[in-house]
């Protein structure tokens, strides 16, 4: 069932027919024995259960995660070059979730929906307070960058100022979810935001692109006593290795500087990292709240957005994000932070 790989979503509920017996069914189509017990993890852009199984094969045990992509986003091939990103890095020996191959393929079909099977891996949010852990978190994201640098993706696009910063703005003014008596204020700061954004790359020049995690903010690492794993790689695509540390920072900029370094000095263990590309950290956070508010903007058929972001579209979202925009262009302007 070849998708369109836009992520403009048709009209309607995107998940209306994905009901209780349907995810159990198509579990079993895979060839897996359900027994009945079904639990929604926390996701908005797919939909992702954790479903009870008899007598699994290895490494799935009594549960799987069935994860059915949301119809229009990514096309099969797209979804196929992450899936086969997953399967280098887990035959790299690096701790990620890779899907489970049924029916000798990775990516099923049932009942008009695609999906994948996981293995459930379980953790604690890592502690980014903690120095060492920075640094195990640093030379894992350059293992993941030594695999996704040794090819490009093909099929999957770039993260860069077109796609999650000049096409969502465009998409916010044309469909009008900016209110009226602010249009003019955020499409003024949004313009100079871009501005700021277009400065930044050209202050880092022609730095390289790698296949990435995309999303990797702390969220989607589970910690154990054994280490990190990686989980989530809906979002990869091709950019900056930056994109895949920044997230990972938080709090005033000396705290930031002290992680970031942390961060660097692991991931030079295996990797060397570009400082040029220190440049882009306040760039990329200002294309990643455009792209947010798109984001949202674009699923607001699918009910679940509304119940989950009943904020948005408010005179007070909106007006908040004026001001993060404004602040981000001050931030732009000012030097990059500094990994010591």
Known sequence: MEQNGTEKIPGGAPYSGLTPELVLDAVESAGLRTDGRQLALNSYENRVYQVGVEDGPPPLGNFAVAKFYRPGRWSDRQILEEHGFLLELESAEIPVVAPLKCHEKTLQEFGGYRFALFPRRGGRPPNLEDRDTLAWLGRFLARIHAVGASKAHAERPALDPESFGREPRQWLLGHRFVPGDLLEAWSSVSAQALEGVARCYARAGAVAGI????????????????????????????GPAVQDLWMLLSGERAVAERQLSDLIAGY?????????????????????????????????????????????????????????????????????????
């Open 211 to 238: 296949r990435l995690h995309g999303d990797c903010h702390a969220g989607n690492v589970l910690w154990t006593d054994a280490g990190p794993h990686f989980v989530d790689f809906d979002d990869s695509r091709t």
């Open 268 to 340: 030079e263990e295996f990797r060397d990292f570009d400082r040029r590309e220190l440049h882009l950290i306040e760039a990329l956070r200002t294309l990643r709240l455009l792209h947010y508010s798109a984001w949202i903007a674009r699923r607001w058929d699918d009910p679940a957005f509304p119940a989950a972001f009943p904020w948005f579209g408010t005179q007070r979202y909106w007006q908040d994000r004026i001001l993060e925009l404004r602040e981000q262009v001050a931030a732009m302007d000012e030097p990059p932070l500094a990994a010591r």
